[in-house]
């Protein structure tokens, strides 16, 4: 059973073009955690939100951490092609003393100049 | 910016050979991890470890075998390679961030892969 599912799985959109990204779980987290990934590379951390209703910005990137910390949104304003890769959220549950990470089955983004 | 290394980077054999993917970070994690991820496609954790002589199997049923003898290294070994095996391999470490309370979290930094094709 997948707990983090995000849509959409492939997004192709043009420069300039804001979108928005969502990662849904059934489940409560106590964090959740935005990765980008490129081609050929492991992913690289974006943003830890942690508070319900929590909303971080990183210039054109904002991310909305949901209010019962089940669900999580990165909206991106004005893309460009810098921005193409695959992002993935991550999902942290503590679970008998350590915090198990749950990764979302990702969405493939190309911005196309 | 993370430090955390892995080799080599890829990695093409026959089928039936012996293989050690190695994972080293110099932040001194404790946590480390081995996922497994087809070309776009979503994360599977196949084994991770807490600490030294700590290793736990991940959500991922695999046939490969990891150690943790030291702190910074976490090597991964399959033992007769398969084309099955094929897919690229990513380590992982965390540190433990506290909040409040008895909360953390885990923020982790990843290696680059190692790409391994088995014929």
């Known amino acids: 059973t997948q707990l983090l599912e995000q849509s959409p799985q492939f997004l192709s959109i043009q420069e300039g073009e804001n979108l928005t990204v969502y990662c849904n779980s059934s489940?409560?987290?106590?964090?959740l955690q935005w990765y980008r990934q490129e081609p050929g590379e492991g992913p690289v951390l974006l943003v830890t939100?942690?508070?319900?209703?929590e909303v971080k910005k990183l210039k054109r990137l904002t991310f909305q951490f949901g209010d019962a910390r089940k669900d999580s949104s990165l909206h991106i304003t004005a893309a460009q092609p810098g921005d193409t890769g695959l992002y993935l959220c991550?999902?942290?549950?503590?679970?008998?003393?350590?915090?198990?990470?749950?990764f979302g089955t990702g969405t493939k983004l190309q911005v196309i100049p | 910016e993370a430090d955390i290394y892995q080799t080599p980077r890829y990695l093409v054999i026959g089928t039936g050979k012996k293989i050690t993917l190695e994972c080293s970070q110099t932040?001194?994690?404790?946590?480390m991890y081995w996922y497994q991820q087809d070309p776009g496609m979503e994360l599977h954790l196949i084994h991770y470890?807490?600490?030294?002589?700590?290793?736990e199997k991940g959500d991922l049923s695999s046939e490969s075998t990891v150690s943790r003898i030291r702190t910074e290294h976490f090597p991964l070994t399959l033992e007769s390679a398969r084309p099955s095996h094929t897919s690229q391999y990513l380590c992982?470490?965390?540190?433990?961030?506290?909040?409040?309370?008895?909360?953390?979290?885990?923020?982790?930094?990843f290696g680059p892969g190692t790409r391994l094709t088995v014929l």
């Open positions: 470890s807490y600490g030294v002589n700590s290793t």
């Open positions: 992982a470490s965390s540190e433990s961030i506290g909040l409040a309370g008895l909360l953390s979290y885990n923020e982790q930094f």
């Open positions: 489940s409560v987290f106590s964090s």
């Open positions: 991550a999902g942290g549950r503590n679970s008998g003393g350590y915090q198990k990470v749950t």
């Open positions: 932040m001194g994690h404790d946590k």
């Open positions: 939100v942690v508070t319900g209703g």
